[in-house]
């Protein structure tokens, strides 16, 4: 069976679209970095894609808010584009400033204000994967993976019944490091396709990327959210 | 000018930013301050209907956490960004305007802080003055401020001035050299006046500005290019010596390591480990810039030194950084007129190394953070890059005919005689008339260009960064012996209105100049096009050897690049060599050794630095094998790091040596024990000891003083001795020299002589990388290496141990031998552990292990029958070792004397030596602080 195409979606500022190509590769699909620009000026390069990645960094250098401007263009540019791609059921993950960016669209619940701590921190956490509806964390076990954000601290009118919905998709296992209301780290839409996430399964696609690797205590490879999301792209 | 609006943003909640200010607010003296809240602010130069301030807060405001105003507080205090200072905020709201549909232009931002109603307005102005605005970028008023924009229909006058050198007699020479800011000598500028009647005129504005960036000790080492004479006993002349650039060559040449392509030439040194793969390296200091604009100066010496790895056709992949500041401690009032205070500078360089690369995306990963007195006033900030291509040979241009083609950032009045500036000693008042030498950074402009770099191979003949000197620095050295005739009017302006010589020097950040065969010149626009960066041709590289700029058809400059290059008359220098005490040690005294540990373990330069570390990116890219922070709980501290992409079996190993607490007493073996720090760094997490290439960067006062530069002379020596001795070649490396200040007191406060030792070293298998955690109960611990009373400059005195007649850590001439058998040991997987011994002794090497694995150690044998010795004397070339109890004859055998079997790893997380027992709770304390 070919590989499904995944178009990794790249703004100025983004800087995490190889990172999460290679993950992508290594799950058994075909990447394609695609710029913001590429998208604006003929939408149809995304009806060849199977699964559609927004991408970590800082779009516009954060001015405004992280994801703010990045929104805005896709809102402005592509919005029907974009909804009609998550209505067809193809599966979408926004990480990081993806995952701020899909926020502002809208396409997610919720919004990422700036961290409890005032700052920007990098730091290895391990998330838990609560059962829900998202088709990316289906089976999934937890995963350890690093954060490196100064805005993730989600905040949601009704948290409580985001998780009752199954759109909680990951939590921050023990240590919350950003201050987010009940600790959530990533929600999925209604309909279960669209995953946001603020930390980093790209970074953990291979064992030697633990940091405890030297110690034999590395588990939860991130690489498995990158498989389930290609397997549901290939057999749904 | 029009009534225009402004919108003010406010978190909904507590904005985490108003606590931290507050405690600034405190630690500076300014108790009185009970409350401080922030807003962002937005200001629009004309009104706006009602329908488009609606469309604006839809797009600018999350209703989710902000709230938003278009009333203007009536008090507080507001700031603003100058203008011309690049603010991308503005851009961006000028962008969504445009994205929606809204004719908004002129936009400009600031800040709003409210304060406490009561709070007295001598106190309020302090409060602003100090913490808010820092005005070499910002002007703050009481609310509401009345906002300024850059002026968008300004003109330039088009003129050319000249200045009468040629029949000026040395004291009017000197005058013209202070009025405009020149920092040549008197022999320079009798150069540079014999030049011109030579050639029967008077040189032009630009040309005098031009030949002052060149000439300058920051574009031309002329410290490290001087003939220098050495004072004979009673002060007599004695030998003369080659100068120290020559020496640091001439070294490396005779070490000729087969795996060095290019050292001390272009931006960075060049080497290749692997085949088909080379690697760039270079280390960078921001300084004077850092001193006064913390966050913008940090911020662009990350920029410059990532420009520089770029401008050897490399594509960077991680960054260092070492940071030298004051005590944060220090009280507000104790600190001399006109510098700012070490918890900004230091919090302030943080963000704007942290701002720099987190935005770039490329990792930070090795540093070092230390604090002492002697950076209050001159705080050093180093950054490094390392970057890799494809083998490739080297750039054939520029060619005649090639286009001169400037490519990223706009060009403004940014940094203007930055690096004259940096040449210079610091007043009180160097912060109020430097104005425009401190620019802030643009980040993503700089990855698009990294991004447009990777398509561009072939299609350029050179290429160069523009950093101090600008165009001037970029093209003049580009030129030299081919030439190359450009025309300013034609590079792109921030905004309207620079004369040709502020196009001509300005620092605008971000820019590279490349020379461009005329037939890739589409091709080179149709990558920069596709990834949004400008790109223009400002003329040609002639052939004639001449360089001429022009305003359009108005010639501003016209000098022949050998003058311009090779004119500049060397300096002569006079050094008086140190007399370090070198003798029989004291053995000094230490009635309780537990606190002695716990207070070296809570020294800020041995305690941790995981706040500051964890401000940085370590993990993008996903190949930073070994991290700055590794063990159990991600805490401890790793010698080295380790960087391998996944695909990859090998890797690149990075390690820093720096102790300016040497250098005070003995120069030559601080630099021996700094190189040797540097590799043991690298040797400890698995690279091999075979294949290590060195950078050395000086951070120094001012050599014109005999005596400093003795200790640079003596530090030079150092470096050469050492690095023959490890066969570790010197590829690049640059000097700050004149770290001094001039305080309103009168006095000099010079930096610690400070030099920072960058190892780059190959790790031929990263998967038996090593680092320093503790890892299993039951393995026992080895120390390799000689255990000596040698406390000079050590922490062991900085905690209050008096160390009588003290010396520095003497060179070990065994310690090469020694890592190449730990690294062949290392090949087999069977070495558990690993850290070096430096700042502290071996106490804190066990204790940062136990810390770092949640283990105990009992030691049971010391390395030496003083017990102060063995504990906290700072000897080169010692690392202690864990391993598997089975592996312990083999290892001894391996690594032959002198080893010390101390003892064994135990389930219990105490540090027991002897019948010393440091609890592990209080260990954690001392080192970790307030911190985590």
């Known amino acids: ?236 | 000018m029009a009534i225009g609006a402004r919108l003010t943003i406010r978190s909904q909640g507590a904005d985490p930013r108003a606590t931290s200010l507050l405690a600034d607010a405190h630690a500076l003296g300014l108790t009185q301050v009970t409350a401080i809240d922030v807003a962002e602010v937005v200001f629009f130069h004309d009104d706006l209907p009602a329908a488009h301030r609606a469309a604006i807060e839809g797009v600018l405001i999350d209703p989710l956490l902000q709230t938003a105003t278009w009333q203007a507080p009536t008090r507080g205090i507001d700031t603003e960004l100058l203008p011309g200072v690049t603010d991308p905020a503005a851009q961006a709201v000028a962008l969504a305007a445009h994205t929606v549909g809204l004719p908004v232009v002129d936009v400009a931002t600031g800040m709003h802080y409210d304060v406490q109603p009561a709070l007295d307005a001598a106190t309020t102005a302090l409060l602003a003055r100090r913490l808010l605005a820092n005005q070499v970028i910002e002007r703050w008023a009481p609310a509401p401020i009345a906002p300024s924009f850059i002026d968008t229909h300004a003109t330039a006058e088009r003129s050319v001035d000249h200045v009468a050198i040629r029949t000026l007699d040395d004291d009017a020479l000197l005058a013209l050299n202070k009025e405009r800011g020149l920092s040549m000598d008197l022999a320079e500028l009798h150069a540079v006046a014999k030049f011109y009647r030579g050639i029967d005129r008077e040189p032009t504005d630009v040309e005098l500005e031009t030949l002052a960036q060149t000439w300058s000790e920051h574009c031309s080492h002329k410290t490290f290019r001087a003939l220098i004479t050495v004072l004979g006993e009673n002060g007599a002349d004695g030998a003369t010596i080659t100068p120290l650039l020559k020496q640091l060559r001439e070294c490396t040449d005779s070490i000729a390591a087969p795996f060095v392509v290019s050292a001390f030439v272009g931006n960075a040194g060049i080497v290749t480990y692997h085949p088909g793969t080379t690697v760039a390296v270079k280390a960078e200091t921001h300084n004077h810039p850092s001193a006064i604009e913390p966050f913008g100066g940090a911020n662009t010496g990350v920029g410059g030194v990532i420009r520089d790895v770029m401008g050897t056709a490399h594509d960077p992949i991680a960054i260092t950084d070492i940071l030298c500041f004051g005590p944060t401690d220090v009280r507000a009032d104790e600190l001399p007129d006109g510098v700012l205070h070490p918890r900004l500078i230091e919090s302030g360089v943080i963000a704007g190394v942290a701002d720099y690369g987190n935005k770039i995306g490329l990792p930070t990963v090795a540093g070092a953070v230390i604090y002492d007195p002697g950076y209050t006033a001159n705080p050093l900030v180093y950054a490094g890059c390392i970057g890799v291509a494809d083998a490739a040979p080297p750039l054939p241009g520029p060619l005649p005919g090639d286009l001169v083609v400037v490519m990223g950032g706009r060009t403004g009045r940014d940094g203007l005689r930055g690096a004259t500036f940096s040449s210079a000693t610091m007043d009180a008042t160097t912060g109020d008339v430097a104005g425009a030498s401190v620019q802030i950074g643009d980040p993503i402009v700089e990855k698009l260009v990294i991004d447009a770099m990777r398509e561009l191979h072939g299609l350029y003949t050179a290429v160069t960064d523009c950093g101090a000197g600008g165009l001037s620095s970029a093209v003049g050295e580009m030129a030299e012996g081919v030439g190359a005739d450009v025309d300013v009017t034609l590079a792109p302006l921030k905004y309207p209105g620079l004369r040709p010589w502020e196009v001509w020097l300005s620092e605008a950040q971000e820019r590279m100049v490349f020379a461009v065969p005329p037939a890739h010149w589409p091709a080179v626009l149709a990558v920069c096009s596709r990834h949004g960066v400008e790109a223009h041709a400002l003329g040609t590289f002639t052939g004639d050897g001449w360089l001429r700029v022009r305003a359009a058809d108005l010639t501003v400059l016209e000098l022949d690049t050998h003058f311009l290059h090779d004119g500049r008359p060397q300096r002569s220098m006079v050094a008086e060599l140190p007399t370090p005490y070198r003798g029989e040690p004291t053995l000094p005294e230490c009635p309780d050794p537990k606190a002695t540990l716990l207070a070296l373990l809570a020294h800020p330069n041995i305690a941790s630095k995981e706040h500051v570390i964890r401000r940085y990116d370590h993990e993008i890219r996903g190949a930073t094998v070994v991290r700055p922070l590794v063990g159990e709980g991600h805490d401890g501290h790793a010698d080295g790091v380790v960087l391998a992409r996944p695909t990859d079996t090998h890797g690149l190993a990075l390690g820093i040596g720096v102790n300016p607490w040497y250098g005070l007493t003995d120069p030559e073996r601080m630099a021996h024990a700094v190189v040797d720090e540097a590799i043991r760094n690298v040797v400890a997490v698995g690279a091999d000891p075979d294949k290590v290439s060195l950078l050395d960067n000086f951070s120094w006062g001012d050599p014109r003083r005999p005596s400093t530069l003795g200790d640079l002379v003596m530090a030079v020596q150092g470096c050469c001795d050492a690095a023959v001795a490890n066969t570790a070649p010197f590829v690049s490396g640059k000097d700050s020299l004149n770290n001094e200040y001039l305080g309103s007191d009168g006095q000099r406060h010079a930096v610690p002589p400070t030099l920072v030792i960058t190892a780059m070293a190959h790790v031929p298998d990263a998967n038996f990388t090593v680092t320093p955690d503790l890892k299993q109960a039951g393995n026992v611990l080895v120390l390799v290496g000689h255990t000596l009373a040698e406390f000079g400059g050590s922490h062991f005195e900085k905690v209050g141990h008096s160390v009588g007649q003290a010396v520095v850590p003497a060179p070990d001439a065994d310690a090469p031998a020694r890592y190449r058998r730990l690294h062949a040991a290392m090949q087999t997987g069977r070495v558990r552990a690993c850290h070096d011994v430096s700042e502290g002794g071996l106490a804190v090497t066990l204790a940062e292990m136990a810390l770092a694995g949640r283990l105990g150690i009992t030691v049971d044998t010391l390395p030496h029958e003083h017990t102060a010795t063995a504990l906290f004397a700072e000897s080169n070339g010692r690392l202690v070792c864990e391993l598997a109890p089975a592996d312990l004859d083999w290892f001894c055998s391996e690594l032959g004397t002198p080893a010390t079997v101390l003892g064994t790893v135990t389930t219990g997380t105490d540090l027991l030596i002897g019948d010393i027992r440091v609890e592990a709770a209080a260990l954690r304390t001392a080192w970790s602080g307030g911190h985590s």
């Open chain 1, 1 to 236: 069976m070919s590989a499904p195409t995944a178009l990794v979606l790249a703004a100025p500022g983004t800087n995490r679209d190889h990172d999460v190509a290679f993950a992508l590769e290594l799950a058994g699909a075909a990447p394609r970095i695609t710029l913001l620009a590429e998208l604006l000026a003929d939408p149809t390069v995304l009806h060849d894609a199977q699964l559609l990645v927004v991408a970590g960094g800082f779009s516009y250098a954060d001015a405004l808010g992280a994801g703010r401007m990045w929104s805005l263009q896709l809102t402005h540019g592509v919005g029907d584009t974009l909804r009609a791609f998550v209505a067809a059921g193809k599966p979408v993950i926004g990480i990081c400033n993806g995952f701020q960016v899909l926020t502002r669209t809208g396409l997610l619940p919720g919004a990422l204000g700036h961290n409890a701590s005032g700052h920007f921190q990098c730091e290895w956490g391990r998330l838990d994967v609560p059962a829900g509806r998202c088709v990316w964390t289906q089976g999934l076990e937890p995963i350890e993976c690093p954060i490196a954000h100064g805005e993730g601290r989600y905040v949601h009118p009704d948290p409580a019944g985001l998780a009752a919905n199954g759109q909680v998709a990951f939590t921050y296992a023990g240590h919350n490091p950003n201050g987010s209301q009940d600790a959530i780290a990533g929600v999925c839409d209604e309909s279960g396709v669209v995953l946001g996430l603020m930390p980093h399964p790209e970074n953990h696609v291979v064992a030697r990327q633990h940091p405890r690797h030297a110690r034999g205590t590395a588990t939860g490879l991130g690489l498995a959210v990158f498989q389930q999301g290609v397997r549901y792209a290939r057999e749904r």
